[in-house]
């Protein structure tokens, strides 16, 4: 069985996935939609896919197992509860929106029904964490401390750099941090936040450097920094302490140090992750597997709420419980 697949979105991180299922011998694409219809047509071009500019057109006009919803934050509307409503197969990429209703309507809608939903949270894909997970995961941890430290993407005029439409650092990129701090430690019940905006203020209208501190369900505390002005060096990376183990995995050369029972423990792998993260849903619709997807759509939403209530924290000052 070859996996047909429709996108919606062409640009941005589409991009890594289209190329990769390029390679990929179980799966095609034949249908591409994009609100710039020169970006659609370019990148249905390889595969010989239908092109269109509104989605609904595509859900009704275009046969396929699966879509493939890559658009920026702002841009989530019904398209999830329209692929329930076709019967399709869902890949979405993080975040799931801007705002809680969203994202719990479209989980909600994906409960009831029977298809596949993976959310894009690729880092649980990199070897290294697969590696730490297996490694401690029948110990007691104590505390998590993970960092997401970079640059601001793009140039002042992105999306990114307004609010509005990208829900800030937190919400879009650091997303990624505090999901595998969930990986590991389990739901949060309730969360600290301080932010500041020091040297990015002429290029974003929110916080370039934030500190968070959460406290999870079974008592773990952890901990996450993000910020936007390490232009060079920068961090990805989670350090996990608990029972007889202290482990520093660097997502960015996906590599594990630091020591179990007194034995030393170095590991090194490739990095890859979209692709591994593209094959299991792939491999997931054609089996009708849930369980190979590490982020199914209401797994994620619960992230999706710990950064929402770490952004309220920011704005409150105050203690926030991360909604369910």
């Not at 010989?48 to 396929?64: H, I, K, M, P, Q």
């Not at 894909?125 to 640059?151: I, P």
């Not at 773990?220 to 029972?243: C, F, K, M, P």
């Not at 209530?309 to 419980?321: F, M, N, Q």
Request: with cysteine.
């Amino acid at each position: 069985m070859t996996v047909e697949l429709a996108f919606i979105g062409a640009g941005g991180i589409a991009n890594r996935h289209l190329e990769h299922i390029k390679e990929h011998d179980g799966a095609t694409v034949t249908a591409i939609c994009d609100i710039d219809e020169d970006v659609a047509e370019e990148a249905a071009e390889p595969f010989g896919a239908d092109v269109f500019t509104d989605y609904r057109d595509l859900y009704e006009r275009s046969d396929f197992d699966a879509v493939i919803v890559a658009v920026p934050p702002f841009a989530h509307e019904d398209q999830e509860r329209l692929a329930v409503e076709h019967g399709v197969d869902l890949f979405v990429e993080k975040p799931l929106a801007l705002e809680s209703e969203t994202a719990r309507e479209n989980a909600a809608a994906v409960a009831e029904s029977d298809i596949i939903s993976q959310v894009g949270h690729m880092s649980r894909y990199t070897d290294s964490v697969q590696r730490a997970k297996e490694l401690v995961d029948d110990r007691t941890l104590s505390m998590v401390d993970a960092r997401w430290w970079c640059g601001v993407p793009g140039d002042e005029d992105h999306w990114w750099c307004r609010k509005e439409l990208s829900g800030g650092q937190v919400i879009e990129q650091a997303t990624h941090t505090y999901d595998l701090v969930r990986h590991f430690a389990g739901d949060v019940e309730t969360v600290r936040a301080a932010g500041a905006q020091q040297v990015n203020t002429e290029v974003i209208d929110f916080e370039d450097s934030t500190s968070a501190t959460l406290v999870h369900e079974d008592g773990t505390v952890s901990s996450v920094t993000a910020t936007s002005t390490a232009e060079e060096g920068g961090a990805n990376e989670i350090h996990l302490l608990g029972d007889g183990f202290s482990l520093h995995v660097d997502l960015w050369s996906d590599s594990i140090e630091g020591g179990i029972d007194g034995e030393r423990i170095e590991y090194e792998s490739d990095g890859e992750n979209w692709g591994p993260e593209m094959d299991a849903f792939i491999e997931a619709v054609r089996t009708q597997d849930q369980s190979l997807c590490r982020s199914p759509y209401a797994d994620a939403r619960k992230t999706f709420e710990t950064t929402l209530a770490v952004d309220r924290a920011l704005e409150s000052g105050e203690a926030e419980a991360v909604r369910e």
